[in-house]
């Protein structure tokens, strides 16, 4: 009798701990936005995140922009077809990815997706709601607030961020170009200031290219540690139950 609930014991333990590992695995598969942070009135670069977490290849993914930012560019990506739906005055309210070839993005991958939008002036938070749609018709919303099943990422626009945030670099290009052409070909400072703008907005995109992936790196140290530590801990209340069984018999 003992030995059976020994084992009763071991089993119950060995459920919870792989449920507990589940919830970890899903909490860190979430349709994100990045960065986290970013300046008042910078043209920043975001890029959406986008897991798979069925046994189903994702084959559509909409993205609402909020009313405080204006989407401007978003990068091609090959296979997805882009669609935007404005409003009457031409602003993009949002934007659609979807498959056009092959099956998507298949279980157990991602796809990301970036585009340039201009934050607001003002300090305040930026709602990335999200609509991810499976081959079999079911879509997943990315709606909720953040500590809910289905969260969507939240952007902090805030002077913090000014260090981190710059102009997009093609924007700034543009920009840079115009002024030149006013100052004259024969204004070398015009010029120089040009390229150092372009320089300091490559640094910002990669430092928040490096920010980005630094987080996913911890998330899946931390997924594996937790993988571990539930093996472990199981194995051992196997053995204890074995071992408490063979002394009672």
Same mark, same amino acid.
């Given at each position: 009798?003992?030995?059976?609930?020994?084992?009763?014991?071991?089993?119950?333990l060995?459920?919870?701990?792989?449920?507990?590992?589940?919830?970890?695995?899903?909490?860190?598969a979430h349709v994100?936005?990045?960065?986290?942070?970013?300046?008042p009135?910078?043209?920043e670069?975001?890029?959406?995140?986008?897991p798979?977490?069925?046994?189903?290849?994702?084959?559509?993914?909409?993205?609402k922009?909020p009313?405080?930012?204006?989407?401007?560019?978003?990068?091609?990506?090959? &296979?997805?077809k882009?669609?935007?739906?404005?409003?009457?005055?031409?602003k993009?309210k949002?934007?659609?990815w979807?498959a056009?070839?092959g099956s998507?993005?298949?279980?157990?991958?991602? =796809?990301?997706?970036s585009?340039?939008?201009?934050?607001?002036a003002n300090?305040?938070?930026?709602?990335w709601d999200?609509? =991810?749609?499976?081959?079999?018709?079911?879509?997943?919303?990315?709606?909720?607030?953040?500590?809910?099943?289905?969260?969507?990422s939240?952007t902090k626009i805030?002077s913090a961020?000014?260090g981190a945030?710059?102009?997009d670099? &093609?924007h700034g290009h543009?920009a840079?170009?115009g002024?030149?052409?006013?100052a &004259?070909?024969?204004?070398t400072?015009?010029?120089?200031a040009a390229?150092?703008?372009?320089?300091s907005?490559k640094?910002?995109?990669d430092?928040?290219t490096?920010?980005?992936?630094?987080?996913?790196?911890?998330?899946?140290?931390?997924?594996l540690?937790?993988?571990?530590v539930a093996?472990?801990v199981?194995l051992?209340a196997l053995?204890?139950?074995?071992?408490? &069984?063979r002394?009672k018999?």
């Amino acid at each position: 009798m003992a030995f059976k609930k020994s084992l009763r014991f071991a089993s119950i333990l060995s459920t919870a701990l792989t449920g507990a590992l589940l919830f970890a695995g899903i909490a860190s598969a979430h349709v994100t936005v990045k960065p986290a942070e970013s300046a008042p009135d910078a043209w920043e670069t975001y890029t959406m995140k986008v897991p798979t977490e069925k046994d189903l290849p994702t084959v559509k993914v909409a993205l609402k922009v909020p009313e405080q930012a204006e989407l401007e560019q978003y990068q091609p990506v090959p &296979g997805w077809k882009t669609t935007t739906d404005k409003d009457d005055s031409g602003k993009i309210k949002t934007i659609t990815w979807e498959a056009d070839a092959g099956s998507g993005i298949e279980p157990g991958q991602f =796809q990301q997706f970036s585009f340039v939008a201009k934050n607001p002036a003002n300090e305040s938070d930026l709602a990335w709601d999200a609509f =991810q749609y499976y081959s079999d018709g079911t879509v997943v919303e990315w709606t909720g607030e953040e500590g809910g099943d289905n969260p969507h990422s939240i952007t902090k626009i805030t002077s913090a961020a000014a260090g981190a945030a710059s102009a997009d670099a &093609g924007h700034g290009h543009d920009a840079a170009a115009g002024d030149s052409g006013n100052a &004259g070909s024969g204004d070398t400072n015009a010029g120089t200031a040009a390229s150092g703008d372009n320089a300091s907005a490559k640094a910002g995109a990669d430092s928040t290219t490096a920010a980005s992936g630094s987080s996913n790196n911890v998330m899946q140290t931390v997924t594996l540690i937790i993988t571990i530590v539930a093996l472990i801990v199981s194995l051992a209340a196997l053995w204890f139950a074995v071992q408490n &069984g063979r002394r009672k018999t």
